[in-house]
């Protein structure tokens, strides 16, 4: 079971290989998209400054150590939508990476997905969460555009995931979420930019509507409309990292699946994935550190409780543990 | 009035048998200035419908359970009505447990209408029942929805052009649909789009248009704030807990604190409301284009 790190600079490349990381995966800023679109609109889905390698000299560099190091390297082409009037460019861009022996493109949009499957590059397609592949009977399509690889979407629960990647595991990969940035909407049905700042971190005035039982008020039946809402405030703490804050020894908190990895193994997960590209040297070492340890002790070991056990100590919050929000994958 | 070639559906949400009233005015007026929102117009053509929507394209948890589901048929029979079922995303176990429902309408109508929000449901349903007439949703149809983009400080032109595409604008999307089988195509008016009416209607395309009113989908997702709000502590903002559908009477506006127009929260999506302009051009070109126009004034 690999481990798949975000990296969006040379700057992280040696920390991120000498901790671990089986594959790494980045998004690209380049001139030509920016001289069309300008920075209004993104090429993926994370700020272009702050999550993207801004360079081809630095992505041809990073290839270069990662495959020295026997590390693959994904693109992330991860908009939900890209215009009629980017796909010339954007195949230009694929065959580019393609001469420069990027081993797969993380791709969600269907009309891109069905050109790259009539070009043929010779590049890996893995879907991207955004793809939201959300049950077994979707996989045998994508394995007909050329699809190698399936990431799994945060919004399902362990049983879900079980049932997809059972069914299809000698015929296809399935990377899942490992750690870190939530998401309160499904990413691949969010119709939002992230160019305004996430929609979901909205500080929304909420008005409850007249309902729909004749002689009865929304206030009536909600008088408590505020602590109601407070949950609601509460589950998007933790989708956000937990405030993005960090536990006492610097390990990062967050949304993460680390107690499931005994599972995850068991099924046949290819890879599990750190989130968040944009995140500091700092979170993405320490991400990188907890995943390792995880992901080693579930393959030295078939008793799950103890990987549970080990999670949850390297955690140091049980509290937050408890709450059922810290886990992107619930059981039940 | 109503042209020759339009055609209104009316969607019984929640797994009513009618809407008494047609327009409950008291909530739309909440989201439409009432000078504003065509309303004689709107309530002349939903009051006479083609066409019924069942189902839901948001939530598995708001689909008729099968009793539900033959009150509706009964019901839409006796008016004389066709019926067109909604489906969300479905996981393997919601396939699996759907299943009768499916079956049932099946048994009602092999060569039903069924609108798809799903490449498995959209498999699944093509293998099992190969009779259905099967239309593509509108989450297959990606695009520009933000309702906090100001548009006009958007540069450089390629970029505010980008405004008018969507995915089923695309060649490759229209090749895949035709692939699979698909017949109609389900969308919402985008809000940033120009209005212009052979885009809308995919003229040339050989395929059947719906359009929502009065409301679009900005977003979705399965931690639903409504149900979240109700359920016991464990159960909340989990995917497999039970819901007794809050939604179904409990609504929300959501205000923005800056300048972006009112939200409805309707369970698990946001709904952002159609313009004066926009309901306008809408009317009109369902007229003059043969559109589809699908009633949902019951979500607010």
């Given at each position: 079971?690999?481990?798949?790190?975000?990296?969006?600079?040379?700057?992280?490349?040696?920390?991120?290989?000498?901790?671990?990381?089986?594959?790494?995966?980045?998004?690209?800023?380049?001139?030509?998209?920016?001289?069309?679109?300008?920075?209004?609109?993104?090429?993926?889905?994370?700020?272009p400054d702050q999550a993207n390698i801004t360079s081809f000299k630095d992505l041809?560099?990073?290839?270069?150590?990662?495959?020295?190091?026997?590390?693959?390297?994904?693109?992330?082409?991860?908009?939900?939508?890209?215009?009629?009037?980017?796909?010339?460019?954007?195949?230009?861009?694929?065959?580019?990476?393609?001469?420069?022996?990027?081993?797969?493109?993380?791709?969600?949009?269907?009309?891109?997905?069905?050109?790259?499957?009539?070009?043929?590059?010779?590049?890996?397609?893995?879907?991207?969460?955004?793809?939201?592949?959300?049950?077994?009977?979707?996989?045998?399509?994508?394995?007909?555009?050329?699809?190698?690889?399936?990431?799994?979407?945060?919004?399902?629960?362990?049983?879900?995931?079980?049932?997809?990647?059972?069914?299809?595991?000698?015929?296809?990969?399935?990377?899942?979420?490992?750690?870190?940035?939530?998401?309160?909407?499904?990413?691949?049905?969010?119709?939002?930019?992230?160019?305004?700042?996430?929609?979901?971190?909205?500080?929304?005035?909420?008005?409850?509507?007249?309902?729909?039982?004749?002689?009865?008020?929304?206030?009536?039946?909600?008088?408590?409309?505020?602590?109601?809402?407070?949950?609601?405030?509460?589950?998007?703490?933790?989708?956000?990292?937990?405030?993005?804050?960090?536990?006492?020894?610097?390990?990062?908190?967050?949304?993460?699946?680390?107690?499931?990895?005994?599972?995850?193994?068991?099924?046949?997960?290819?890879?599990?994935?750190?989130?968040?590209?944009?995140?500091?040297?700092?979170?993405?070492?320490?991400?990188?550190?907890?995943?390792?340890?995880?992901?080693?002790?579930?393959?030295?070991?078939?008793?799950?409780?103890?990987?549970?056990?080990?999670?949850?100590?390297?955690?140091?919050?049980?509290?937050?543990?408890?709450?059922?929000?810290?886990?992107?994958?619930?059981?039940? | 009035?109503?042209?020759?070639?339009?055609?209104?559906?009316?969607?019984?949400?929640?797994?009513?048998?009618?809407?008494?009233?047609?327009?409950?005015?008291?909530?739309?007026?909440?989201?439409?200035?009432?000078?504003?929102?065509?309303?004689?117009?709107?309530?002349?053509?939903?009051?006479?419908?083609?066409?019924?929507?069942?189902?839901?394209?948001?939530?598995?948890?708001?689909?008729?359970?099968?009793?539900?589901?033959?009150?509706?048929?009964?019901?839409?029979?006796?008016?004389?009505?066709?019926?067109?079922?909604?489906?969300?995303?479905?996981?393997?176990?919601?396939?699996?447990?759907?299943?009768?429902?499916?079956?049932?309408?099946?048994?009602?109508?092999?060569?039903?209408?069924?609108?798809?929000?799903?490449?498995?449901?959209?498999?699944?349903?093509?293998?099992?029942?190969?009779?259905?007439?099967?239309?593509?949703?509108?989450?297959?149809?990606?695009?520009?929805?933000?309702?906090?983009?100001?548009?006009?400080?958007?540069?450089?032109?390629?970029?505010?052009?980008?405004?008018?595409?969507?995915?089923?604008?695309?060649?490759?999307?229209?090749?895949?649909?035709?692939?699979?089988?698909?017949?109609?195509?389900?969308?919402?008016?985008?809000?940033?789009?120009?209005?212009?009416?052979?885009?809308?209607?995919?003229?040339?395309?050989?395929?059947?248009?719906?359009?929502?009113?009065?409301?679009?989908?900005?977003?979705?997702?399965?931690?639903?704030?409504?149900?979240?709000?109700?359920?016991?502590?464990?159960?909340?903002?989990?995917?497999?807990?039970?819901?007794?559908?809050?939604?179904?009477?409990?609504?929300?506006?959501?205000?923005?604190?800056?300048?972006?127009?009112?939200?409805?929260?309707?369970?698990?999506?946001?709904?952002?409301?159609?313009?004066?302009?926009m309901l306008g051009h809408l009317l009109r070109t369902a007229k003059t284009h043969?559109?589809?126009?699908?009633?949902?004034?019951?979500?607010?």
């Open positions: 079971m690999n481990i798949i790190t975000p990296i969006r600079s040379l700057e992280e490349l040696e920390m991120l290989i000498s901790n671990g990381a089986d594959e790494l995966y980045c998004g690209l800023k380049t001139k030509e998209w920016d001289e069309i679109f300008s920075e209004n609109l993104w090429m993926n889905r994370r700020s041809e560099t990073l290839i270069a150590v990662a495959h020295g190091n026997a590390v693959k390297v994904s693109i992330t082409l991860n908009a939900s939508f890209y215009p009629e009037s980017s796909m010339a460019y954007m195949l230009t861009l694929c065959g580019r990476l393609a001469d420069m022996g990027v081993d797969a493109l993380i791709v969600s949009d269907l009309n891109l997905l069905v050109e790259l499957s009539r070009l043929n590059l010779g590049l890996r397609i893995h879907l991207s969460s955004l793809g939201a592949c959300f049950n077994s009977f979707s996989v045998p399509f994508y394995k007909s555009l050329g699809v190698k690889r399936v990431i799994l979407p945060r919004q399902l629960t362990l049983p879900e995931i079980e049932a997809i990647v059972t069914k299809h595991r000698n015929d296809m990969e399935f990377e899942v979420f490992a750690v870190n940035d939530g998401c309160y909407f499904e990413e691949g049905f969010c119709q939002t930019s992230h160019t305004l700042g996430a929609f979901c971190l909205t500080d929304w005035s909420i008005t409850p509507l007249e309902t729909h039982s004749p002689g009865t008020g929304n206030e009536i039946v909600y008088p408590d409309l505020k602590e109601r809402l407070a949950h609601f405030k509460t589950y998007l703490w933790y989708q956000n990292n937990c405030g993005s804050s960090f536990q006492q020894d610097g390990l990062p908190n967050g949304p993460c699946s680390l107690c499931q990895f005994g599972d995850f193994k068991d099924w046949g997960v290819t890879a599990v994935k750190l989130v968040g590209r944009e995140a500091s040297f700092h979170r993405k070492m320490g991400s990188l550190q907890l995943v390792k340890a995880v992901r080693d002790k579930a393959l030295q070991t078939q008793n799950r409780n103890r990987i549970i056990d080990y999670a949850r100590q390297l955690r140091q919050t049980p509290e937050y543990c408890d709450s059922g929000y810290m886990c992107y994958f619930r059981k039940h | 009035m109503k042209g020759s070639n339009m055609e209104i559906a009316r969607h019984w949400e929640s797994g009513t048998t009618d809407n008494e009233s047609v327009l409950p005015w008291k909530s739309l007026k909440t989201f439409f200035p009432e000078s504003d929102f065509h309303h004689q117009d709107i309530e002349e053509i939903v009051s006479q419908p083609d066409r019924i929507y069942i189902g839901d394209e948001f939530c598995p948890k708001r689909l008729p359970d099968v009793k539900g589901l033959k009150d509706q048929l009964k019901a839409a029979d006796q008016k004389g009505l066709p019926v067109t079922l909604l489906t969300p995303v479905l996981t393997d176990g919601c396939i699996k447990a759907w299943g009768k429902l499916f079956e049932t309408f099946h048994q009602w109508d092999h060569a039903a209408e069924v609108v798809v929000n799903d490449l498995g449901v959209l498999l699944y349903l093509k293998q099992t029942f190969p009779g259905f007439s099967l239309s593509m949703g509108r989450l297959f149809n990606k695009g520009f929805k933000d309702p906090r983009l100001n548009t006009k400080s958007i540069t450089p032109a390629a970029t505010a052009a980008c405004f008018n595409d969507c995915s089923f604008q695309h060649a490759n999307m229209r090749g895949l649909a035709k692939s699979l089988g698909i017949q109609r195509f389900e969308q919402d008016l985008f809000p940033h789009a120009d209005l212009d009416p052979d885009a809308l209607a995919m003229k040339g395309s050989n395929f059947d248009v719906s359009v929502y009113f009065p409301f679009g989908y900005v977003t979705t997702g399965r931690a639903c704030i409504t149900a979240g709000m109700n359920g016991q502590a464990d159960a909340k903002f989990n995917f497999s807990a039970g819901c007794h559908a809050p939604c179904t009477t409990h609504r929300f506006k959501l205000s923005h604190p800056g300048n972006g127009p009112d939200l409805l929260q309707n369970g698990n999506t946001i709904f952002y409301p159609y313009t004066a302009s043969g559109l589809r126009l699908v009633w949902q004034g019951g979500l607010a």
